[in-house]
């Protein structure tokens, strides 16, 4: 078997991301396996990977995800709704075909997080849908050097009320019923928790505005605040849910973890530098995207007609 990379390789626009393209009829996990460390040295060197051309199903991707992490990762407190489709393989975010999920990386919500993110495409949309990226090494430069010493100095406190049929429900964040086991999980994940008297659940958690990567000990932009923040529904829009819940009682937002609030010109500029960094590539059916979850962003744009993007998580397992 020959290495998975050879002069055909191709890169995502304008992006360091290589796309690996099939050598005839290879089957997808011997392939993997013979390339394991190379694979792992791309990730790591590049942040992402696009395998393209190979026979995939649900099962084949989850192997995959083991093989390159060390094993799934279920979702758990969990900020957006998704579908479990196959032993902790879920579908991608179930927004509206119509709203575009901006760029940002998976769970940088908390303090702990995947490092290993990995999509399969079922099925491409008929128009867009593409799962835009952007290069975090970048990003993080396009941030004024003096917001980022804010974000790394002061962390980032995210704010949740989880009210009945808006957002959420604490039940499909925490997956329980129960609310022992929400205030354990609270307890052991040093997370701020209240029931209101009026039965309503709210937490607090502070957490990192940037984060070391574990190989190069880089500084990286590692936070979602640009998400939580309640401008990022809109001025209109925020406005509204001010009026009508007060800010203490917002479905979602992002103060500093020291709880003052977010200059919105710095989440203005938090925004414009993702925006900047965006690059597109079109699914294909079969497609496997890897990324290294600190190192590249990734995002959702508008779609039509049917899609089908399945998702999974590891702790990505680097060649020593």
């Not at 999920?101 to 128009?127: S, T």
């Not at 029931?195 to 990286?220: I, N």
Request: charged content about 25%; hydrophobic content about 40%; overall charge negative.
């Amino acid at each position: 078997m020959e290495s998975i990379l050879d002069e055909h390789m191709a890169y995502i626009g304008r992006s360091r991301f290589p796309i690996a393209l099939a050598k005839g009829r290879q089957n997808l996990l011997a392939t993997v396996e013979y390339n394991f460390e190379q694979l792992a040295e791309i990730l790591f060197s590049r942040g992402a990977i696009l395998l393209r051309g190979f026979e995939v199903d649900r099962d084949s991707f989850g192997a995959v995800v083991d093989r390159l992490s060390g094993g799934r990762l279920d979702y758990v407190y969990r900020s957006t709704p998704r579908t479990g489709v196959a032993d902790r393989i879920f579908t991608a975010t179930n927004y509206p075909a119509d709203r575009e999920i901006p760029l940002h990386c998976e769970e940088a919500y908390q303090r702990n997080w995947p490092m290993l993110l990995a999509f399969y495409c079922e099925l491409p949309a008929q128009e867009g849908g593409e799962t835009p990226l952007a290069d975090m090494r970048k990003v993080t430069s396009r941030i004024d050097p003096a917001v980022v010493q804010r974000f790394r100095q002061r962390g980032v406190c995210y704010v949740r009320n989880y009210l009945d049929g808006i957002d959420l429900p604490w039940t499909d964040v925490f997956q329980t019923e129960s609310r022992a086991d929400v205030e354990r999980y609270c307890v052991a994940h040093d997370i701020q928790y209240d029931w209101r008297k009026d039965g309503v659940l709210r937490t607090a958690h502070v957490c990192q505005g940037t984060a070391l990567h574990p190989k190069s000990a880089e500084e990286l932009w590692f936070n979602q605040a640009h998400l939580f923040h309640v401008s990022s529904l809109g001025a209109g829009v925020a406005r509204d849910l001010i009026e009508i819940f007060g800010l203490e009682g917002l479905p979602r937002n992002a103060v500093y973890g020291d709880g003052g609030e977010i200059a919105p010109e710095d989440l203005g500029m938090i925004r414009a530098a993702f925006d900047q960094e965006r690059v597109t590539f079109r699914w294909q059916k079969n497609d496997i995207l890897l990324l290294d979850n600190m190192q590249v962003a990734h995002g959702r744009l508008r779609y039509s007609g049917r899609r089908s993007i399945l998702v999974a998580m590891g702790g990505l397992r680097f060649r020593e």
